[in-house]
């Protein structure tokens, strides 16, 4: 795996500049976990890119935490394969709950847990428990910890897991990946439950909003997948530092961020030929997209880092984003490590003459050279992402929480911080008064919790 990064004149007061440095050996340094079956989903679909980058080996722990058995029999399989042919991901943890009170899950219902609660949150203590030990053996806390949650059946219990996690790992970058529910069952219990629930369970956290089409839900688990893969395996850092690059950007943009993170993804079809590479080991060979002489791949990669800020590209629609504010770029594509720094730099100065860095002058671009797998066709295809911060109220989530609130009555912008713990979106449109946030740290659930 390669790496290369490009960043704008006026951060470093110099020409536009390239940085390359090794990515291989990284330490085990990130655990995943997936909450609920659309999480656990997702969380297969994060290892397998990591996978196909050959950096599986930097998860010390995956989680799939639904309760759910043919959610836990799927994933087994899928693992098999997918951990059966590689040579890295032998040293990762997988953890699944032992306790499944329903065979089928919760029905959608996020209060149907509390009748089982007592022996979940043991179970739940227990899956915290062994990534702590997880992460003893490896010799490091984890750098970065990636929740998958939602609002159906698992979601308090996402949310209970996460404070877990962070009173586990003070020091970790916990980023809950939130995928907004689109059906009116989960809308409803957004609405009247959930949301508050979260704003209490996820005070604090920095969360990555997505949404989901109802119609093809699994490539958008697969786009997201692909750019958190991508974030991971980026170099952004000038100072060469060895952690979590996933972690470090989470902090760069939380500085400008109201509680939230957005991401877009743009993937694009490569015109190339294609080449062979020898290896010395099987498979042998190793099929690559050849950049030629012509300026063609730079100006489709200048393209597509633009048409990242178009609405079809976010993956929760209806989310602004700034332009002043610190944003990640990555670029993933199948070509041979050594044309990825000419390629970096030829793309780099026509965003320059386009004036993107004007615009946007706190954006880094990382390159890589990944071979992901497309479907059965294996063409060759480049990812785009972008994740930014966002501030202020949440178009997609005001249509959910208040469906009926007239769009005139919505503040333009809301500077100040409103993510969870801020109460700002379930009280903003509340015409009787503020919801006070409750206090109740003695709450039941919270005894179990015992860590050495
Ligand atoms: N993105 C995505 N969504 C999914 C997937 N499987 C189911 N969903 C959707 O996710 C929403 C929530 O369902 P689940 O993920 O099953 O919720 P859960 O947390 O497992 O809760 P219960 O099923 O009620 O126990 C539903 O609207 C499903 O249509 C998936 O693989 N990916
Ligand atoms: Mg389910």
New binding site residues.
């Given amino acids: 795996m390669s790496s290369i990064f490009v960043r704008p004149r006026n951060r470093s007061h110099q020409l536009l500049r390239t940085a390359k440095r090794s990515t291989e050996g990284r330490q085990p340094s990130l655990v995943v976990v997936g909450?609920?079956?659309?999480?656990a989903?997702?969380t297969l679909m994060f290892l397998q890119r990591m996978s196909e980058l050959s950096e599986i080996g930097r998860v010390q722990s995956a989680v799939f935490y639904?309760?759910?058995e043919t959610?836990v029999n799927y994933v087994q399989s899928y693992l098999r394969k997918l951990l059966g042919r590689s040579k890295h991901g032998t040293g990762v943890q997988i953890l699944f709950p032992t306790y499944i009170p329903l065979p089928?899950?919760?029905?959608?219902?996020p209060r149907l847990f509390e009748e089982y609660e007592g022996p979940l949150e043991r179970d739940t203590d227990n899956i915290v428990a062994q990534i702590i030990s997880q992460s003893e053996r490896a010799g490091q806390s984890p750098e970065a910890i990636i929740e998958f949650m939602?609002?159906?059946?698992?979601?308090v219990l996402?949310g209970r897991l996460y404070r877990k996690l962070r009173a586990a790992f003070p020091a970790t970058v916990i980023l809950p990946i939130l995928?907004l529910?689109?059906?009116h069952v989960?809308e409803e219990w957004a609405r009247r439950y959930i949301w508050e629930q979260f704003e209490d369970l996820l005070e604090g956290s920095e969360c990555l909003l997505t949404a989901?089409s109802?119609s093809h839900?699994?490539e958008?688990?697969l786009r997201l997948a692909t750019g958190l893969a991508g974030v991971e395996v980026a170099d952004f850092d000038e100072d060469g530092r060895t952690g979590s690059p996933l972690a470090a950007a989470c902090q760069r943009l939380s500085t400008a961020s109201g509680g939230w993170l957005g991401m877009a993804t743009v993937k694009r079809k490569m015109q190339l030929m294609r080449k062979f590479e020898w290896l010395r080991v099987p498979p042998w060979w190793r099929q690559y997209a050849a950049v030629g002489e012509e300026e063609e791949l730079p100006t489709a990669v200048g393209y597509a880092i633009w048409s990242t800020l178009d609405p079809p590209a976010q993956m929760a629609q209806g989310m602004n984003d700034l332009h002043h504010v610190p944003q990640e770029v990555v670029v993933s594509l199948p070509v041979h490590p050594d044309a990825l720094e000419p390629l970096a730099n030829s793309a780099g100065e026509i965003l320059d003459r386009s004036n993107l860095f004007g615009q946007f002058p706190n954006m880094d671009i990382a390159f890589n050279t990944a071979r992901f797998v497309e479907g059965s066709t294996n063409e060759p295809y480049m990812h785009i992402t972008r994740v930014y911060p966002v501030q202020g109220e949440l178009a997609p989530v005001i249509d959910i929480l208040h469906p009926n609130s007239a769009p005139e009555r919505r503040s333009a912008r809301v500077a100040h911080e409103t993510g969870f713990g801020s109460y700002y979106h379930p009280e903003a449109f509340h015409m009787d008064g503020l919801i006070a946030p409750q206090d109740s740290p003695d709450e039941e659930w919270t005894q179990h919790v015992r860590y050495i």
Wanted: with cysteine.
């Fill in positions: 909450v609920g079956t659309a999480g989903r997702r639904d309760c759910n959610t089928n899950g919760f029905m959608r219902d939602g609002f159906a059946g698992h979601s996402g995928m529910p689109e059906d989960s989901q109802a839900f699994g958008d688990d």
